[in-house]
């Protein structure tokens, strides 16, 4: 019995080291849980989601617009708030069905006059992918009761404010894309009834649509060498989480990069090359907030065709730092 009892206990000890081993095996093999609430999202998207945290990245910063109201009865009205005065003609103001407005109009307006504005806006000085320098971005709402007015057909408005940054031959642009898509400006279709004058002390812009307007000129790059950036980030920086700008150091003008899905990296349309810039990137991850900067000239790259190439590792910040940061840019 003394023997049967060994060899059984020789056969459990054998069986409990095998078994061991094949435990540890299983541990040297362990692959994290891509699905850990931890863990960083690396995906890139074709079509970002309305429910993205880019897109609520652009809800945390942007900035609100100012309500007040006034009283109007088809005679006419100047009206004068701050920063700016709107000057409204007899008439001028109908429902969508066409109805003059008679009564209380509740306005909304916000001037953005700085670069980092139009960023915390999520507004670069972009049209049909090419600059904008830009006089200014101001947005105007009109409505009464719960019905939005518009500028009566053949009607304009006059919406007056101060600026240092002023420039001749600029023209109207209206705002187009949504939060989601993004944002870009588009020269008005109607320039007998849109059109811009400056005066000793800013902008006199004459519109005949509400809501976001721009007095605006392309910069003109005939003759000028172009380069495009590429923008290289960590791989949980994507285009669901995370915009990149570039700011004009010495003008009024924000480019936009847009999220390159196939080579998960950030790009922008045709720069002037010789120009110093400022390159931005904010994100927002997990709920934490994330600000990238860095300070470069554009250039042709060392071959004279391709892409200039940048690389920014972005560094755990506030709202209100980006915030801070970008109203001195």
Not at 4 to 30: A, H, P, W, Y
Not at 182 to 194: D, H, Q, V
Request: charged share 10%.
């Amino acid at each position: 019995m003394n023997i049967m009892n060994k060899f059984f206990t020789g056969i459990l000890v054998m069986f409990f080291f095998m078994l061991l081993n094949g435990c540890q095996k299983k541990i040297d093999e362990f692959i994290p849980d891509s699905n850990s609430l931890n863990a960083p999202d690396t995906v890139w998207q074709a079509v970002v989601p309305s429910g993205s945290a880019l897109v609520s990245l652009r809800n945390d910063l942007k900035q609100l617009p100012a309500y007040d109201s006034f009283a109007y009865n088809n005679t006419g009205i100047v009206f004068n708030s701050g920063n700016y005065s709107l000057t409204v003609p007899p008439n001028a103001l109908s429902t969508a069905g066409g109805i003059l407005t008679v009564g209380s109009v509740v306005r909304e307006s916000l001037l953005l006059q700085r670069k980092g504005d139009y960023i915390i806006q999520s507004m670069p000085t972009i049209s049909a992918g090419r600059l904008l320098i830009s006089g200014g971005e101001f947005l105007l709402g009109l409505k009464t009761g719960s019905s939005e007015l518009h500028v009566s057909t053949g009607d304009s408005l006059t919406i007056k404010f101060n600026s240092t940054n002023l420039f001749p031959a600029t023209y109207v642009y209206n705002l187009t894309g949504d939060i989601t898509t993004g944002y870009e400006w588009a020269l008005t279709t109607e320039p007998a009834l849109n059109r811009v004058n400056t005066t000793p002390a800013g902008y006199e812009v004459i519109v005949n649509r509400l809501q976001w307007v721009q007095p605006a000129y392309l910069f003109d790059t005939t003759g000028i060498p172009e380069t495009i950036f590429s923008l290289k980030l960590p791989s949980n920086y994507t285009n669901v989480n995370t915009e990149a700008y570039i700011s004009f150091n010495g003008m009024q003008c924000v480019a936009n990069m847009n999220g390159n899905v196939g080579n998960r990296s950030f790009v922008s349309g045709p720069l002037p090359v010789g120009q110093p810039v400022t390159i931005v990137v904010i994100s927002k991850q997990a709920g934490d907030y994330y600000l990238g900067i860095v300070q470069t000239t554009t250039a042709l790259p060392s071959s004279g065709t391709g892409t200039q190439e940048a690389v920014i590792t972005p560094v755990k910040t506030s709202l209100a730092g980006i915030r801070s940061y970008l109203a001195n840019l």
